[in-house]
């Protein structure tokens, strides 16, 4: 099976395989710029982000590739806009944005010619998004990792949204594996977003503590918390997990107003980044549904070298 043609506005990659833009901090440019020398779309994570920061993520990758880059926002983050002006300003090469929707991003987008394509779990936000001037629509289902905009299967979701709109229809949610990547096309995908595999990579920014919870991860260990943005969220069962489903009061003392809206019930983004500097004892460890199905971390040209042998075997029916 052949790689479908994935053209985003004007962007046309040799793979249609973007990488996922994990908060916080561990999709920065260093991941981001490997995927895209290997012709995929690699994002960098703006969530939890300076824009000073940002700033020199995108710089950064723009030094080490020639390949596409953009960054994955939440729309939930206070400073949204800040850090979207900023990317822009640095000259993205796509915005992606999840976990609520703007409707201003479109606007922005269109004016520096830039393309835009939000995160939908609905067939009928992405015709909304199509109708704003989406360039593209990325469908992400329950086995995604993180955020959840809904406990559906992106194999149930993605037929759906691919008969509701005429832009490309990206899957997300579940792709571990070339054979993965294989049916995600035969429903209908002109391309896909991976990223807990990419998560597991030697160029993710994720401590070594994290990518080694991956490893060990069981299916029993993947479950869904209360994120206090207002979305469920699927993470790893560790000790910090355990006291939120004991109601441990995990309040923060100080509150930064990192986002929009917060129930404060704890603080979502100093929990990430304890797990991405490597305490996952007291620090949130998001990840996709398949997460225990990881065994290695290897190089993101490895990663890319075995989906395609995978993709051979699943098309011979071996």
């Not at 394509?117 to 609905?122: E, G, L, N, Q």
């Not at 004991?246 to 797990?275: E, H, M, T």
């Amino acid at each position: 099976m052949k790689f479908p043609a994935l053209k985003i506005g004007n962007l046309l990659p040799a793979s249609p395989i973007i990488q996922g833009g994990m908060a916080v901090r561990i999709s920065t440019a260093n991941l981001a710029a490997a995927v895209a020398e290997e012709g995929g779309i690699g994002l960098i994570a703006a969530t939890g982000m300076s824009v000073k920061e940002l700033r020199d993520e995108i710089a950064k990758a723009r030094d080490l590739t020639k390949g596409i880059i953009g960054i994955n926002i939440m729309f939930a983050a206070s400073q949204f806009a800040e850090l979207v002006m900023a990317a822009i300003d640095e000259g993205i090469d796509l915005l992606v944005s999840g976990a609520g929707f703007s409707r201003d991003m479109f606007s922005w987008g269109k004016s520096a010619g830039i393309p835009v394509v939000p995160i939908v779990s609905t067939p009928r936000l992405a015709q909304l998004s199509e109708r704003m001037g989406a360039a593209a629509v990325i469908v992400e289902g329950k086995e995604a990792g993180g955020h959840l905009g809904t406990l559906q299967s992106m194999k149930d979701l993605l037929p759906m949204v691919k008969e509701a709109v005429k832009i490309p229809v990206i899957a997300a949610g579940g792709i571990i594996s070339g054979k993965d990547i294989n049916d995600a096309i035969d429903l209908g995908a002109n391309g896909v977003q991976i990223g807990t595999r990419f998560a597991a990579s030697k160029e993710s920014n994720a401590s070594e503590q994290f990518k080694r919870m991956y490893l060990e991860a069981r299916p029993e260990d993947v479950v869904l918390i209360q994120s206090p943005v207002g979305l469920p969220g699927r993470s790893i069962l560790n000790n910090f997990v355990k006291r939120l489903f004991n109601g441990d009061d995990l309040k923060p003392d100080r509150c930064d107003n990192c986002l929009k809206k917060c129930s404060r019930s704890f603080c979502i983004l100093k929990a990430l980044i304890r797990s991405q500097q490597g305490d996952t004892e007291t620090g949130l460890v998001f990840s996709g549904e398949r997460v225990g199905e990881i065994k290695d971390i290897l190089s993101v040209k490895e990663i890319f070298k075995r989906l395609a042998a995978e993709m051979e075997l699943a098309e011979s029916g071996v």
